[in-house]
């Protein structure tokens, strides 16, 4: 750990940690390193086990693993949930078992319980990962055992390895490699790669399906077993920012990513929409007809909401790597002014449209020190902090309005028909904050 | 390994944040990975705290592995203390940074800090939270008290407690602490020092001033109040006061230890739970069947109440608190139930669904295990949602503790002139059996409830922790208001069958319950009409 950061960590002016700027990326980042309030890469699973119903997420981890699925879970964990823990007790860490047979036990056991399960997801785990037990030697062992009715996989979601969405980045990267192939000679096809609400899912689906593009797969498909074919001519739109391990992994089948921005507002749809409408040859008069009803439909209702939000100044604190385009979104779509854009992890490629988008005045950060980045905040005084349910009410004592972050991930904020849904969630604090008179 | 789906308790290193957040002007270093901040909204979001624990997590990550960790732990910790100027600190590892083999403890003692650092060993794979948390506020307690404190004679002074227990995420805590305030002022008895609520480390050292002290809350409390009378030989009360008797019993210790006179605490006119439970309206509670789950402490307090002043039965009792089983065991023997100490909620799904209770009182797990029964069910202790973190006064303690206690189990209940009603005019369509409590949305219409939970539930078979009784699980759909019931072999006849049909559903489970037991006793392969009126006359009370 470097001086700088030991030693003003009170109250560090922007300048001060101009030091740690990266000189060699096109645009200064302020990189920080300290205490991350984040969630690990576990959490993905509260939404991945809704996307894919016949999957079943087993995580192999502590006591605090289980207590972490079940405060981000809320209520959902009582309605028989597919995902559960494996707590590695002192025996197993003790040598006393052998670790692979309490798994093997678990495991069989869990399916002998649980016929309905069709793809077991062996989960690693801060301590699994420590102790290196090896989760994917017992995903081939037991996936030898139970194939073809249940075919195991592991990827961490570890919060050494990951954080948050980067779980949903593992998880899909370690279904690439049992996606079926694409033949090298067969016609262009479409995938769209991240997870998403399925009310989304489908209205992108009409949108390609009246373009004429009617081979779109989907990543991660509804069920697990059924993912949709991979190769030379597959085409990849990301409809999340956070999936560069996914992308790897595609991109070491053949398959080619489209650059666009990501689908947020009426014009990042209308790019991401238009990347496809491209490559596949549909003519410009077509892909118009067809995505211009839901544009004005954006449009208008973001009108309405631009009064709310416009001159508004927000800072963003990281936590899913939605931040960058959700602030391209809430700058060019609403007017509002970014002052601090941070995000766990940069992915420079697959952001660069985005990141173009920002005037030198906008502060970015990647990584995070969270003491001087609430520092930060509180010097900036922004009307609105994007940030992490641990955050929220500290800072909205302190005066501060405050939008909890996650909600971002678990509502259906893509695409022309809910654009407004998802200015609304940033608009929706301010307004309260005018109406208490108490 | 055990397989879990929820947990009752976190890890140990939560039950040592609950302590940190409680205190003033102290902080926790915790060596622990990216992502164990998430306990931090437990305290942000569930209790609503405007302030961040005071907790630094060193959150290393997977390249700092094998050389750095050590230094990220120093670096956090000497941050911390410049950063948050606490009178001590705490260190310790959660439970990956306890596989790492750091050594806070070493580390923090090496670094020469500037306040005291109070090594913590929790072990992680062994222990949970309410463990940790005893043994973190005895660690403190141990620490920095003053052993040379000597204490004032007690001729001419009132007597002293410290009021021990009371911690942050505690189920009600705020609005006991109240109430035994209250107490201690009728009995002119002076508060030394509550902790860890409030105190700060400077407070602790004059714990030994006290005359004696009180454990409100034993499974927080108890280790630290042992040590303490040892070395400063004070006494304890242990009367944990939830339920009006209780209460006077716990009035009647603490004059003693303090030589105050209860009366005046006694004579407290805001106890209405006696006579509430005495009025009329009330007989219908008479041998209702409950079923009792949660910590220990809350569990034992509760049976208590349920059998001497609500007059119901105790049909079972249990708690999922292991340190306390010995509580749970003597409780459930003056019940004349089998104790059920158990983690595993699918255990304690089974033993409420064989009881057939008429109300259960347990956690949030059990408030879902009852909805899913179509059960009324109270909340009487942690884990809890952020509902049972309510803005108004609700303590359970004391005497207001007892009308709180009154009104929350009876609520969800049908009142007794209502029961009345529902079964004179049970014909009636505005009394068919389908509507719960006219008060209570969530056991209203069941027919509307029921299709939005079944595709969930009917779509698993219940899985279950690997030494669960796997094979007779009940299916958690159940067509009636017990799943048991579904597991009867015996055949009923149609005109039985009708008949039972017209038995008020918050009872018929019971009802079936007790016919088919009463028919297999007596070797019966078919049920009729008159078996169902046998059954009835041979359960009669």
Request: charged share 25%; with cysteine.
């Amino acid at each position: 750990m470097s001086e700088a950061i030991l030693l003003d960590g009170c109250s560090a002016p922007a300048s001060a940690a101009s030091a740690e700027v990266s000189a060699r990326d096109a645009r200064p980042v302020l990189r920080e390193r300290g205490q991350r309030e984040v969630f690990c890469g576990l959490t993905g699973i509260i939404w991945l086990h809704r996307k894919m119903q016949d999957a079943f997420f087993l995580v192999v981890g502590s006591r605090t693993c289980a207590h972490l699925l079940q405060s981000a879970a809320g209520v959902m964990i009582f309605a028989e949930p597919r995902f559960a823990t494996a707590i590695m007790e002192e025996r197993d860490l003790a040598g006393m078992v052998d670790a692979q047979d309490e798994l093997d036990r678990v495991v069989n056991r869990l399916l002998e319980r649980r016929p309905d399960i069709k793809t077991l997801f062996l989960v690693g785990s801060c301590p699994s990962e420590v102790i290196k037990l090896d989760l994917a030697k017992a995903a081939q062992r037991l996936g030898a055992v139970h194939m073809p009715r249940v075919r195991i996989l592991n990827y961490s979601g570890s919060g050494i390895e990951t954080t948050f969405t980067q779980g949903e980045d593992a998880c899909l990267a370690a279904l690439v490699p049992v996606m079926p192939a694409l033949p090298a000679g067969a016609p262009k096809e479409l995938l769209i790669v991240g997870s998403l609400p399925d009310i989304v899912e489908d209205q992108f689906l009409r949108l390609f399906a009246q373009m004429g593009i009617d081979k779109v797969g989907c990543l991660p498909a509804r069920n697990a077993r059924d993912l949709p074919a991979v190769g030379p001519n597959t085409r990849y739109l990301l409809a999340q920012p956070f999936l560069g391990e996914t992308a790897m992994a595609l991109e070491g089948r053949g398959a080619q990513r489209l650059d666009a921005l990501f689908p947020f507002g009426a014009e990042g749809t209308t790019s991401w929409l238009r990347a496809a409408a491209s490559e596949f040859g549909v003519d410009d008069a077509l892909f118009e007809s067809v995505i211009g009803p839901g544009r004005e439909r954006a449009r208008l209702a973001l009108a309405k909401l631009r009064t709310q939000l416009e001159g508004k100044r927000i800072s963003f604190l990281p936590d899913s790597q939605l931040e960058i385009p959700l602030a391209r979104f809430l700058q060019d779509e609403l007017g509002m002014e970014m002052v601090e854009i941070g995000t766990p992890y940069l992915h420079r490629a697959h952001l660069a449209r985005e990141l173009e988008r920002f005037g030198p005045q906008v502060r970015l950060s990647e990584g995070q020190h969270v003491e001087r980045q609430l520092d930060r905040v509180r010097e900036d005084r922004p009307d609105i902090t994007v940030c992490g349910l641990g955050l929220a009410n500290p800072l909205e004592m302190e005066g501060l309005t405050t939008k909890w972050a996650i909600e971002l991930v678990f509502s259906p904020i893509h695409g022309f028909e809910q654009a407004a849904d998802l200015a609304e969630l940033f608009a929706r604090p301010l307004r309260r904050r005018d109406m208490l008179e108490v | 390994m055990q397989l879990a789906v929820w947990t009752y308790e976190g890890p140990p290193h939560v039950g040592a944040m609950r302590v940190a957040t409680a205190m003033e002007k102290l902080h926790y270093v915790l060596h622990a990975p990216q992502g164990d901040t998430y306990a931090d909204l437990l305290f942000t979001m569930i209790e609503r705290r405007g302030k961040r624990p005071p907790v630094t997590y060193t959150t290393f990550e997977a390249r700092d592995l094998g050389k750095d960790t050590a230094q990220i732990f120093q670096d956090a910790a000497r941050e911390a203390v410049t950063r948050f100027d606490p009178q001590a600190i705490i260190v310790g590892a959660s439970c990956t940074a306890e596989l790492i083999q750091d050594d806070p403890a070493g580390l923090a003692e090496a670094m020469g800090l500037p306040v005291p650092a109070i090594p913590l060993e929790l072990p992680s794979y062994q222990r949970k939270e309410n463990w940790g948390a005893a043994e973190t506020f005895y660690q403190i307690v141990r620490t920095l008290a003053d052993k040379s404190l000597v204490r004032e004679p007690r001729e001419g002074r009132p007597a002293r407690a410290n009021i021990l227990g009371p911690t942050a995420l505690g189920f009600r805590h705020r609005d006991d602490l109240v109430e035994i305030r209250k107490i201690l002022d009728a009995l002119g008895v002076e508060v030394n020092l509550v902790a860890p609520l409030g105190a700060t480390p400077q407070d602790i050292t004059r714990i030994g001033a006290a005359d004696f002290n009180i454990v409100l809350y034993p499974e927080i409390a108890d280790e630290a109040a042992r040590w303490l009378e040892r070395t400063f030989a004070q006494p304890a009360v242990r009367t944990v006061p939830i339920g009006v008797g209780a209460t006077r019993s716990f009035i009647a210790d603490v004059a003693e230890l303090a030589g105050a006179d209860p009366t005046p605490a006694l004579g407290d006119t805001s106890s209405r739970m006696p006579w509430w439970s005495r009025s009329v309206d009330s007989t219908y509670l008479t041998g209702k069947r409950v079923f009792i789950f949660g910590d220990a402490t809350h569990a034992v307090a509760a049976a208590r109440i349920a059998r001497e002043e609500l007059g119901f039965e105790v049909c079972g009792l249990g708690c999922y608190n292991r340190e306390f089983a010995r509580e749970i065991r003597k409780a459930a023997a003056e019940c004349g139930v089998e104790p059920l100490i158990t983690d595993d909620h699918l255990a304690v799904e089974d033993a409420i669904a064989a009881a057939c209770p008429e109300l259960v009182l347990g956690t949030q797990m059990e408030r879902h295990i009852a909805k899913r029964l179509g059960l009324p069910c109270a909340v009487i202790s942690a884990p809890v949602h952020v509902q049972d973190f309510p803005a108004r006064h609700s303590p359970q303690m004391g005497f207001e503790g007892a009308n709180v206690i009154f009104d929350t189990w009876v609520h969800p209940l049908v009142m007794g002139l209502e029961e009345h009603l529902l079964t004179m005019f049970r014909e009636d369509f505005e009394f068919a059996d389908e509507h719960g409590p006219s008060h209570l949305a969530a056991h209203s219409p069941r027919a509307t409830a029921r299709p939005v939970m079944e595709p969930e539930v009917a779509a698993a078979p219940a899985m279950t922790a690997a030494d669960a009784a796997a094979s007779d699980m009940p299916s958690p759909a159940g067509d009636e208001t017990h799943p048991a019931a579904q597991d009867a072999t015996l055949a009923w006849s149609d005109e039985a069958q009708r008949e039972l049909k017209k038995i008020p559903f918050f009872v018929r489970g019971k009802a079936r319950r007790n016919t088919e037991a009463y028919a297999a006793a007596e070797g019966l392969a078919r049920i009729e009409l008159e078996t169902l009126y046998d059954a009835k006359a041979h359960y009669a009370r």
